[in-house]
DNA sequence: GCCAACGTTGGC
DNA sequence: GCCAACGTTGGC
């Protein structure tokens, strides 16, 4: 049995919210559209079934953490590239060695109160979180244990 | 392989 | 809307 692992998913909540997931049939969607190798890395490589995710609305008024989520299903080639009416449709990747993958997430659990990025920069535990840092633009990223549950503290879940 | 130009992200 | 940060592209 391996450990849990956490992971923070970005979500700009004009395209799609976590109440956009938590009112989706059986509360799961895919997560497809992500065009950054860093991310796709740990989204082909690193996210396991079972994983926990915070849902994170960015770009946003205010951004922050809306939700918890699982994921569902590991990587697997993200369908959107070899669609030529999806914006993230890539003509140069082949379905024999696709370049972007995808998770399935489930919505798990509203959060009692959001957690705003300036609640989660007044939590000194939280100073090295990825998506604290200065110039971040990584919209998958590792959470370690303790930032998970801080988190999820700060959020009024259990 | 370098690096300038360009595009995108995302907080403010 | 601005702009810092940073990834990607393409000329050389």
């Not at 692992?5 to 992500?34: M, Q």
């Not at 109160?113 to 990223?141: D, I, K, T, W, Y």
């Amino acid at each position: 049995m391996v450990a849990p692992r956490y992971w923070l998913l970005k979500s700009e909540p004009e395209e799609f919210s976590f109440d956009d997931l938590w009112r989706a049939p059986r509360r799961t969607t895919a997560w497809t559209g992500v065009r950054n190798y860093q991310a796709r890395n740990y989204l082909r490589d690193e996210l396991a079934v079972g994983d926990g995710v915070l849902f994170y609305h960015s770009s946003s008024d205010p951004s922050g953490v809306a939700g918890v989520a699982r994921v569902v299903r590991a990587g697997y080639p993200d369908p959107s590239q070899f669609d030529a009416a999806e914006a993230g449709h890539d003509p140069a990747s082949a379905r024999a060695a696709p370049r972007w993958f995808a998770v399935d997430v489930r919505a798990e659990q509203k959060v009692a109160e959001f957690v705003s990025l300036e609640r989660l920069r007044g939590e000194p535990r939280l100073a090295s979180m990825g998506v604290l840092r200065r110039g971040n633009r990584l919209s998958v990223q590792p959470v370690s244990g303790a930032e998970w549950k801080l988190v999820l503290a700060l959020a009024g879940l259990s």
